[in-house]
């Protein structure tokens, strides 16, 4: 089955504590992507990649680490989480630029 | 920058009547449009999309949605709604260029018996 994978779903952490969200598709995409989801705000862009070790910033890196070192595989790395990083993320892959995301179940994050 | 906008962040619909959920873009060209639905605690599925051709595009679960170039929208509309629609709706556009998806803030969607 086609998918996009993220883990973990649920993950409460406390502030400085390095933390990584892991993001897998099966679709061999070229393009992946991660977003927050905050309430009023929609879905905003935190990194995108293009392909194998190409990434760039999206409208809200700051305080976000991604790598892409395998096709397949997409993490989302808080090197030291804060409270306004309390969100839902989202990790999406497109096979080409006009296509359609493909989008993971979503990790809630908490930071406290 | 282009942008999304959908300019109802909450709408109430009674079961049974017709639906309509606006989005507007800014955007220089043609540019490539979706509709995505999220169900509470669910991620974003796709409704429907629109590349180029008939302006009127079908989507899943009854819905469609039209283009139109002159107004700068892509409205998606269901003619009879069912309390399993309620949901958040997001409207989103493709950039030209290597550039992910831009997606409007939502409307919310509540059904009513």
């Known amino acids: 089955e086609a998918q996009v994978t993220q883990n973990p779903r649920y993950l409460i952490t406390v502030t400085g504590k390095k933390l990584t969200v892991t993001c897998s598709q099966n679709?061999?995409?070229?393009?992946m992507s991660w977003y927050r989801q905050d309430p009023g705000l929609g879905l905003r862009q935190i990194y995108y990649s293009m392909n194998v070790e190409v990434t760039d910033k999206g409208d809200v890196p700051e305080g976000y680490k991604v790598s892409r070192k395998e096709k397949r595989n997409f993490p989302l790395i808080l090197e030291s989480p804060s409270p306004n990083q309390t969100s839902l993320y989202f990790c999406a892959s497109r096979r080409s630029m006009n296509t359609e995301a493909f989008f993971g179940q979503g990790t809630r994050l908490t930071v406290v | 920058a282009q942008s999304v906008t959908q300019p109802d962040i909450h709408i109430t619909v009674s079961e049974g009547a017709s639906l309509e959920l606006r989005c507007n873009y800014s955007y220089g060209a043609t540019p490539y449009l979706f509709w995505y639905v999220q169900s509470p605690g669910q991620g974003l599925q796709l409704l429907l999309k629109y590349f180029s051709g008939d302006t009127l595009v079908q989507g899943i679960k009854g819905f469609e949605a039209e283009f139109k170039r002159s107004q700068s929208s892509f409205n998606l509309r269901k003619p009879s709604v069912h309390w399993s629609d309620a949901a958040e709706y997001f409207c989103?556009?493709?950039?030209?260029?290597?550039?992910?998806?831009?997606f409007g803030k939502g409307t919310r969607l509540s059904v009513i018996a």
């Open positions: 989103a556009v493709a950039r030209l260029g290597n550039t992910p998806l831009v």
């Open positions: 679709m061999n995409h070229e393009y």
